[in-house]
């Protein structure tokens, strides 16, 4: 690669004798990650192509740079999220707690949104915010993958986040929007897009976010701010105005990282550039109350719900058409809402048509589970029917290798297939090992 001039000189100044080995990094694969889903547990065996374990998380491993897993049935069932290994450091360092309320502020596409999801193991709210909605999307989409059930997925300025939640956060993410020096060896197009005024710019946004972040949390309270790119002027030098402008927050130490900051450089450790920093709000012992939605189902809908499966009164909401349950549920109106706690279908001539988002993430075990072989499970994520020797009729959970893939519903033998047809995959690959 031919490295921009002044980014030469600038980590040549910054890094001295270290310097030719961080540019020999660069010139090496990038080291690619995998990050097991502790909410949809499946054999390792299964799964081809992992290696050594990432140091900081449990779930993580290092994934064989040829590997196409991301294109295989597990995936497509959320039993894994592909992850760069040193993407999963900030997440594990916040360590979201169960029952906690935390804030994701800069989500998509999601890989730290549901690393965080998984540590909070369905207890608590999350809140996962990306202003570009194409992106929410994105966002949206991969927590219902992974199964999550607590989380609220917006779109709003962190401006206008921070007026409506005032410290009411146990715990805030902000893996900021960079210069993306980090990922010149993945992706290296995005070094012709690289600039030296980059960072200035970058700086800017990020300082108006970070405030938005002090005012969103809790006295108490833990914040990560991350980002992808080595320069300090986003790193280093961002925490430090930060700190000056705050004196209620200071640097808390976390394992491998010095004062409170990490750079990941990656001739040092395994992985691309990444930088993460653990600050602490002075606690005064008050915590903001959020005002809480009030369940509004009609009577029908409550009642169409239940002949369908016993779920808990309380939490069960409606937005527009779609019920949800989400017991921990803000306030909607006046937001951009793409996902709220679990979907769990709308109501249509006195029925419930059960969405994709319940089958996947919690719906109810006395529903009946078709277990399907692979060719069965790859024609299912294709959107075929297939035949089935039972005598049941009505709605199944059809699963492969433990994992629910979606919905069915059998009629005279035959699975009619429920799965969404904007998820559907042709062209999946087989496992070489099952």
């Not at 995998?34 to 390792?44: A, D, E, S, V």
């Not at 629910?404 to 559907?424: I, Q």
Request: proline residues 7%; charged residues 20%.
């Amino acid at each position: 690669m031919m490295w921009p001039e002044a980014f030469v000189q600038r980590m040549n100044r910054e890094l001295g004798s270290e310097a030719e080995a961080f540019f020999s990094a660069l010139e090496q694969p990038p080291v690619r990650g995998i990050r097991m889903n502790p909410m949809k547990p499946i054999r390792r065996e299964c799964l081809p192509d992992i290696g050594p374990r990432v140091p900081w998380t449990e779930q993580g491993f290092e994934l064989d740079i040829a590997s196409r897993l991301g294109n295989t049935v597990p995936h497509e069932a959320g039993a894994f999220y592909l992850q760069d290994p040193s993407s999963m450091l900030p997440a594990s360092v916040l360590s979201a707690q169960p029952g906690e309320r935390v804030l994701d502020l800069c989500a998509a596409p999601g890989g730290k949104s549901t690393q965080l999801a998984a540590q909070m193991q369905g207890q608590g709210l999350l809140v996962c915010n990306e202003v570009i909605p194409k992106r929410a999307q994105v966002l949206s989409r991969n927590l219902e993958r992974m199964g999550v059930t607590n989380a609220l997925c917006i779109s709003m300025r962190t401006d206008a986040l921070a007026q409506r939640f005032p410290e009411a956060f146990d715990a805030v993410l902000v893996d900021a929007p960079c210069s993306g020096e980090g990922m010149f060896r993945k992706h290296p197009e995005t070094v012709a897009s690289w600039s030296p005024e980059m960072a200035d710019g970058c700086a800017v946004r990020q300082k108006e976010i970070l405030e938005s972040a002090a005012c969103l949390l809790s006295p108490g309270g833990r914040m990560v701010y991350s980002t992808c790119t080595y320069h300090r002027r986003e790193n280093e030098e961002q925490v430090k105005d930060f700190l000056k402008r705050h004196p209620e927050f200071s640097l808390a130490p976390f394992p491998g990282g010095p004062e409170g900051m990490l750079t990941c450089y990656p001739h040092r450790m395994r992985g691309e550039g990444q930088f993460c920093a653990l600050l602490v709000k002075a606690d005064t012992g008050h915590r903001a109350e959020m005002p809480l939605m009030k369940d509004r189902v009609g009577k029908e809908s409550l009642n169409c719900l239940q002949a369908f499966s016993a779920l808990p009164h309380l939490g069960i909401h409606a937005l527009g058409d779609t019920l949800f349950y989400l017991p921990e549920c803000p306030e909607l109106a006046g937001m951009k809402v793409w996902r709220a706690g679990i979907h769990l279908g709308t109501v249509r001539a006195g029925r419930l048509l059960p969405d994709h988002a319940w089958a996947v993430s919690w719906m109810p075990p006395s529903l009946l589970r078709l277990a399907a072989e692979e060719d069965s499970a790859l024609a299912f994520l294709r959107g075929e029917t297939f035949d089935e020797a039972t005598d049941k009729a009505g709605y199944v959970l059809v699963t492969w290798q433990g994992l629910v893939l979606g919905l069915g519903k059998v009629s005279g033998g035959t699975v009619k297939n429920h799965y969404p047809k904007g998820l559907r995959r042709a062209n999946l690959d087989r496992l070489t090992s099952t």
